[in-house]
């Protein structure tokens, strides 16, 4: 959509340029807004909306959208739209399409067909000729025996010599003498009848005096029959006649500096909002906003960038450039700054103006009207200048080219002399200073807020993290607010920075500075307009998290550019005479607060109206949607015709109550799509103004179930399936007592079965006792009869060995150590086999464990087999890492390391065989290497399979020995593991895991 905008200036020169603004929006056919660009006749409903007819339909405006009702919508005859007529406040609205085919009654915000028919009735005529001498004023206006309608349902009757008040009830109230002429012309003002003439002269229906008033020459008389108001228009004035008391004033209300280019065919005055909406005979709508704010620029200069201002008078004040102002003029220039450098400018009390240029600081002297001045150069380039209530100059300097060391400098601007003198506790370049109460001075640094107390010489920093403060505002509270380039503005309390919300937009994150008016209202200049905002709403925030109300103000509002200006100091003035002054990049924007027109979003809005699928439908606080529908679109009605920024909807659609609340966007649309069937709230909400408080509105939205989804029909089927189970559960029941009989019977079998095996489980455990028993005797017989004969056959080869050793008989000596070393052998085996059946035999003390020093027992090993490996020429090396005793299952433990270590003392010759013992995450590993001839890979393989899958059906003891099978059996009864790494003739490595517990 094309709007076309434009700025009318109303120039009044005097030594100096003033700019009063006016803010222009065209609306038409051309730009998709209008269906067409006659627009006859224009008035308000009672709800704010703004109706207009035109020559393709009739139209509803609220501030945004143009609604139109035409042939499409309302089943009516002709687009054709004449006048509107009927009351706006019983919100009794009628129009008529052409030749008055049809009738269209305007109610609740909406138009539709009425049945009647039209009957031309003596007030018709009056509205009608009224009509008709709006669009044309060459028409005769014809007024006799018209009926003119009051909004107290009472009316005045225009006869030939006379006019009549009657009631509603048509009893004669009042009448007055007049003769008619149809020079005179016959209207209504705040509900009394004025007759006017065209030389001027009037009398009111209650005063029969008369009266002259100056009309404009040449000019269009235009009549507002709904509104009552009457307008006066010339080729570039539009007047407006007023009622006072018994009086008629005339109000210039709008001029042009050149002739229009268009012709006014109605017009309507919103006066609260200084709005005027102009309805033109071909060029559309023409909607002019009368600005409260005024734009001083300099005439002598295309350069009209402004920054840092200062009061100079009561209403005056003067720019860093030297330029004199009052509030609407520029009175003269003083040409003091002619680098135009404009970032500093402080008075001091003896009315000194100082300013700066880079690093010279330049003092005007007030004694001789500022055509001398003193000036001084400082060490570093000059940021800021400030004067305090003691008349004392603070001077803050800019970081440039990475300088680091800074001070502030102040002087005292008592004296004659210009006397610096530095603070040099201040190590920061300072952009600002705000003096505040008890001798403390507050100063903007980078990234830092200093507060330096002037009585103890005490600096205090508070770091603001990332953030470029840029101006320090102490309001009428004493509350310190700071304003930051990047991140909108802060509370600065307690030593803690206390963020404000932004607004929707963002505008406030680029914050300038801020001013206060007497209402407690703060006006912050921003890189995209000035927002407005009450002080009280900020405060609740910080303590309460209440919602803020930002009020904006932009271009349409009368700026030359909505890009003001900071970064200097002071960056706004406020004057004594209660206006106020802001630095923007077109101009200075000067306003007094109170006049300001404040267009707030307080009126009523309505949700009457759901787009379901492109299907339009109307409801009233409640609708029920066809759960066919897949897309819901609910549109806001608000009439609005302030700044769009200044809306701010919510919504949330309650299902668990949990809900957030989420932003509506500037269509003021809610979208929602596949809603569940159920009965739901749509919660909408708005704030209304600076008080910060929401309107809130619901929507009870239901999306029927189908039938089976319906609470009958679960009720029935649960009924229903609740039936089924019942006859099952008998069934079942009956079904089940028959087969407990069978069962009972099955079981008394089985029992008896069972006690006679049960029985017989006794008798044979009896026997196994026995023979465990038995065998436990032969074991230790067995013990008995071998250990002793091996014991004295061992004692006998020894003592044998020792004489053939003294008898020096080599032959005899071999044999002894012969018979010596298989008889030790076969005692061990003997031994090792007997403790393995003893564990084995006794499998319920397997678990039962004994703290032991591990080393004591693999040393006992050792001392078996060292003469063994002697004789095989081997070396056993044992290391241990265990320093404590841990618990271990002794004997089984004992066979292990016995079997490991006596197939490696065997099978070594000439070699090193390895004993090492640690313990790693509560696990014991005990490893024992040698070099000897080692395990072939099928054999290495087949006892890692036995291990893994231990079965005694596959041993073969008589090929590969019982030592190692022993080793597997008692890791099984211990939980051990194994790992065996062994390579053909180059020695064998085993570890054996298990886990352990300390003493």
């Not at 800019?398 to 060391?405: A, G, P, S």
């Not at 802060?490 to 007497?518: A, R, W, Y």
């Amino acid at each position: 959509m094309k709007l076309k905008i434009h700025l009318f200036f109303l120039l009044l020169f005097q030594y100096g340029f003033t700019q009063q603004n006016y803010f222009d929006e065209w609306y038409s056919s051309d730009s998709d807004h209008l269906p067409q660009n006659s627009v006859k006749s224009i008035a308000p409903d009672k709800y704010g909306f703004i109706w207009m007819t035109t020559e393709n339909g009739l139209v509803r405006f609220d501030g945004k959208d143009f609604k139109v009702f035409n042939d499409k919508n309302i089943n009516i005859k002709s687009n054709r739209f004449l006048y509107l007529k009927g009351s706006i406040e019983k919100d009794s609205l009628i129009t008529y399409s052409e030749f008055y085919n049809d009738v269209v009654f305007i109610n609740k915000r909406n138009a539709t067909k009425s049945k009647s028919k039209f009957q031309l009735t003596d007030s018709e005529k009056y509205e009608k000729t009224r009509f008709y001498f709006n669009s044309n004023t060459k028409q005769n206006k014809n007024f006799l025996n018209c009926i003119i309608n009051d909004n107290k349902r009472n009316y005045y009757k225009i006869e030939k010599e006379r006019i009549v008040l009657f009631s509603k009830s048509n009893k004669e109230i009042k009448s007055i003498r007049n003769s008619y002429n149809s020079k005179k012309d016959y209207f209504l003002l705040n509900d009394e009848l004025v007759i006017l003439d065209e030389d001027g002269t009037y009398v009111f229906f209650n005063n029969s005096i008369k009266n002259n008033i100056v009309l404009p020459k040449n000019a269009k008389f235009i009549y507002n029959y709904l509104t009552q108001q009457y307008f006066i228009c010339t080729d570039t004035e539009i007047f407006q006649l007023q009622k006072n008391k018994n009086n008629l004033t005339i109000s210039l209300i709008h001029k042009l500096n050149s002739k229009r280019n268009y012709i006014i065919s109605c017009l309507y005055y919103d006066s609260t909002n200084k709005k005027i909406f102009i309805g033109t005979q071909n060029v559309g709508l023409h909607i002019l906003t009368i600005s409260d704010f005024t734009v001083l620029v300099n005439p002598n200069t295309i350069e009209n960038f402004y920054y840092a201002t200062f009061p100079f008078s009561e209403n005056e004040f003067i720019t860093a450039n030297g330029e004199l102002y009052n509030t609407n003029n520029l009175i003269k220039e003083l040409n003091l700054n002619q680098h135009n450098e404009q970032r500093a400018i402080a008075i001091d009390k003896n009315k000194n103006i100082w300013i700066k240029r880079n690093n010279e600081l330049i003092r005007f002297n007030y004694n001789t009207n500022y055509k001398t001045s003193d000036k001084i150069y400082l060490k570093n380039f000059i940021a800021t200048i400030y004067c305090d209530s003691k008349n004392t100059i603070w001077i803050g300097y800019r970081k440039i080219h990475n300088t680091e060391q800074f001070t502030v400098t102040t002087i005292d601007a008592n004296q004659s002399k210009i006397t610096p003198k530095d603070i040099k506790t201040i190590n920061e370049p300072i952009q600002f200073f705000a003096e505040y109460k008890n001798k403390q001075m507050l100063m903007v640094g980078e990234n830092v807020l200093l507060n330096y107390n002037q009585n103890s010489k005490s600096l205090h920093k508070y770091y603001y993290k990332d953030n470029d403060i840029r101006s320090i505002f102490i309001c009428q509270k004493n509350e310190i607010w700071v304003c930051t380039y990047n991140n909108g503005f802060s509370l600065f309390q307690n030593g803690v920075f206390h963020k404000m919300p932004t607004d929707n937009s963002l505008f406030l994150n680029s914050t300038h500075c801020i001013s206060e008016d007497k209402n407690g209202h703060f006006w912050i200049s921003t890189n995209k307009g000035l927002i407005e905002v009450e002080a009280k709403s900020l405060l609740n925030y910080v303590k309460f998290k209440t919602p803020i109300y930002y009020h904006h103000y932009d271009k349409k509002n009368g700026f030359l550019m909505s890009e003001f200006n900071g970064g200097c100091q002071p960056c706004n003035t406020e004057l004594e005479n209660g206006y106020f002054i802001f630095p923007s990049l077109n101009g200075l924007v000067s306003f007094l607060p109170d006049n300001v027109t404040k267009i707030t979003p307080s009126n009523d809005f309505f949700v009457n109206e759901v787009i379901a699928d492109n299907k339009t439908i109307l409801f009233n606080n409640s609708i029920t949607l066809d759960r066919d529908f897949n897309r819901f679109k609910f549109k806001i009605d608000f009439p609005y015709f302030g700044n769009k920024n200044n809306i701010n909807f919510e919504y949330k659609l309650e299902i668990n109550g949990r809900e957030k609340w989420i932003s509506i966007g500037q269509d003021r649309n809610i979208v929602l799509t596949n809603i569940p069937p159920g009965t739901y709230k749509l919660y909408i909400r708005k704030l209304n103004g600076f008080d910060s408080k929401y309107q809130t509105k619901v929507v009870l939205i239901n999306i029927p179930y189908l039938f089976y989804e319906k609470l009958w029909f679960k009720i029935l089927l649960f009924a229903l399936l609740f039936g089924i189970v019942i006859m099952i559960i008998l069934f079942r029941s009956y079904y089940l007592k028959k087969k407990n009989i069978e069962l009972e019977q099955i079981i008394l079998n089985k029992t008896i079965d069972l006690q006679k095996t049960v029985e017989n489980l006794k008798i044979t455990q009896e026997n196994l006792s026995n023979k465990i028993i038995q065998q436990k005797k032969l074991i230790g017989t067995i013990s008995h009869d071998i250990k002793s004969p091996l014991k004295f056959l061992s004692i006998t080869a020894k003592y044998l060995f020792k004489n053939s050793i003294e008898n020096n008989n080599e032959g005899l000596q071999n044999n002894a150590k012969i018979i010596n070393d298989s008889a030790n052998e076969l005692y061990r085996f003997v031994e090792n086999l007997v403790d393995y059946s003893k564990i084995y035999l006794d499998q319920n003390n397997i678990e039962k464990l004994i703290a032991e020093d591990i080393s004591i027992v693999i040393n006992d090993k050792i001392n078996l087999f060292k003469n063994l490996a002697l004789a095989n020429e081997t070396k056993i090396e044992y290391q241990n890492h265990i320093k404590q005793n841990i618990l271990i299952n002794k004997k089984a433990l004992a066979i292990i390391i016995h079997n490991l270590l006596d197939n490696s003392t065997k099978h070594t010759f000439k070699g090193t065989i390895t004993l090492e013992t640690k313990i790693l995450k509560n696990k014991f590993y005990f490893t024992i290497e040698d070099t000897g001839i080692g395990f072939s890979e099928p054999l290495k393989k087949y006892y890692l399979a036995l291990h893994e899958n231990y079965n005694t059906e596959k041993l073969i003891i008589q090929k590969n020995g019982l030592g190692l099978y022993m080793v597997l059996e008692l890791l099984k009864l211990i939980n051990g593991d194994i790992k065996i790494n062994s390579e053909e003739n180059k020695g064998t490595k085993i570890t054996i895991i298990l886990d352990v517990d300390y003493e």
